[in-house]
């Protein structure tokens, strides 16, 4: 298959709309899974996902036009899933299953659509949110976000001529594989690309995704993004986020069952999937009250993926936990998932080896480093931290906490509310760069 000359293309907009995201199947795996648990169990809950840009100092409004991100936005709420999308989501076997995604469902996503969004600015930045029924509006998340870094990203390199932009794309691409050489060197690492949301371009994260398969060859497991996962013969990889027990905890009538409501989302998982899908996300109101509080069952569970503490950190306190409830930390899995760069997966690879079989997810730091590789110097092709996260649920304030202060969402007295109920133990405040 002949590659796509990347920088040609993109000094070649010359049509009226170029789009970001072209297909439903855009997005990342863990959505569907949720998606189908969201359309079985509560169909009548409503949720609104809400824009925000962690990284205060750039001002998004400023470098993009609003015009050409309603456009984007637009033309996504067009798409539909095609024929060819729909056999492959069923006919297709994932984690080792056939048939994940029940027919009933599959047959309700032939007629999905994106729902309405609301898009004005302020002090520079952008709101942007999509309320309505949860079934709906949790697949806007990851387009939303594909589209807006993408559209910086064509900001950011419009004033380049086609060698500029040669150059730019050959010093990232010589950056990648010098990141790929690295990885090769660590026997039985497992490595997939976890880099959809924060990409620079559907483009770029094709290219990386390639170069990864052809790089390491079996030590790259698969992707997240499905319609990558089906166009390249991949494994289509995840499972659950912290949207799930951030809502069940705002539809808790009580602060027992916010205490629950992590507890309570594994159980309604389990319902639907098992095997290694059973991967256990313990942050999102604090590793240390989820272990605290978590019933023996748990610990049956795969694996565990410690997404806001530091790796080797929250990793050995899960092992420890493990330990304690009599299970044998070389049988289980640990996935780490959280602003990885290849230092962090060589170290945190070298720490764990031998101790717990663990895998990792490469995100942005994979599909959006550009630092340095521009012919001028410029800082708006770094990456940012800009997420779309669930803000509220049935007019109820939805709150997250994390095991980074720095990434907790939501309505200051809420999170205060929360702290109260699970406590601050653990939290240690870093910089959250993606």
């Known amino acids: 298959m002949a590659k796509t000359d990347i920088a040609r293309r993109v000094y070649n907009h010359t049509w009226k709309l170029d789009p970001i995201v072209r297909s439903l199947l855009d997005t990342d795996f863990y959505k569907l899974l949720m998606l189908q648990m969201i359309w079985g169990m509560y169909p009548k809950v409503d949720a609104t996902f809400t824009l925000i840009n962690r990284t205060t100092s750039v001002r998004l409004a400023d470098e993009i036009d609003e015009s050409e991100l309603r456009e984007q936005l637009d033309h996504a709420r067009t798409l539909r899933f095609s024929k060819k999308e729909m056999i492959w989501l069923g006919g297709n076997t994932f984690y080792g299953r056939k048939q994940i995604f029940e027919p009933e469902f599959l047959a309700w996503l032939e007629d999905f659509r994106l729902p309405e969004y609301e898009l004005s600015r302020r002090d520079g930045q952008f709101e942007l949110s999509f309320a309505g029924p949860w079934m709906y509006t949790t697949l806007w998340e990851i387009p939303a976000l594909a589209i807006i870094n993408e559209l910086r990203s064509r900001a950011a390199m419009r004033s380049f001529g086609p060698f500029a932009l040669d150059v730019l794309y050959a010093r990232a691409k010589a950056k990648m594989w010098d990141k790929t050489e690295r990885l090769k060197a660590l026997p039985g690492i497992r490595i997939s690309d976890f880099g959809t949301r924060r990409r ?6 094709r290219w990386c995704v390639e170069a990864l398969k052809e790089g390491i060859g079996d030590a790259f497991t698969g992707t997240s993004n499905v319609l990558l996962a089906m166009d390249n013969d991949l494994e289509a990889l995840g499972t659950n986020a912290h949207e799930l027990p951030m809502v069940f905890a705002a539809l808790a009538n009580s602060e027992k069952e916010i205490r629950e ?7 309604d998982w389990q319902r639907y999937y098992g095997g290694n899908l059973l991967i ?27 997404d806001s503490a530091p790796p080797i950190e929250g990793g050995e306190k899960i092992i420890d936990w493990w330990r304690k409830k009599g299970k044998d930390p070389k049988q289980k899995l640990l996935i780490f998932s959280d602003g990885l760069e290849v230092e962090t997966i060589e170290e945190t690879y070298k720490h764990f080896r031998g101790k717990v079989r663990m895998s990792f997810g490469w995100g942005t730091n994979l599909t959006n480093d550009f630092e340095g590789c521009a012919p001028t110097e410029t800082d708006s092709l770094d990456a940012i931290s800009l997420v779309c996260k669930v803000t509220e649920t049935n007019g109820r304030p939805a709150v997250k906490l994390s095991d980074n202060p720095a990434k907790a969402t939501g309505d200051e007295k809420e999170i205060k509310r929360y702290l109260r109920i699970f406590g601050e ?3 240690v405040e870093q910089l959250v760069k993606v």
């Open 200 to 205: 620079h371009s559907f483009l770029w994260q």
């Open 261 to 267: 409501a992590p507890y309570k989302v594994l159980q």
């Open 280 to 306: 256990v996300l313990p942050d999102a109101f604090g590793t240390d009250s989820f272990l605290r509080d978590a019933p023996d069952w748990v610990a049956d569970w795969t694996g565990f993926r410690p």
């Open 425 to 427: 133990k653990g939290r």
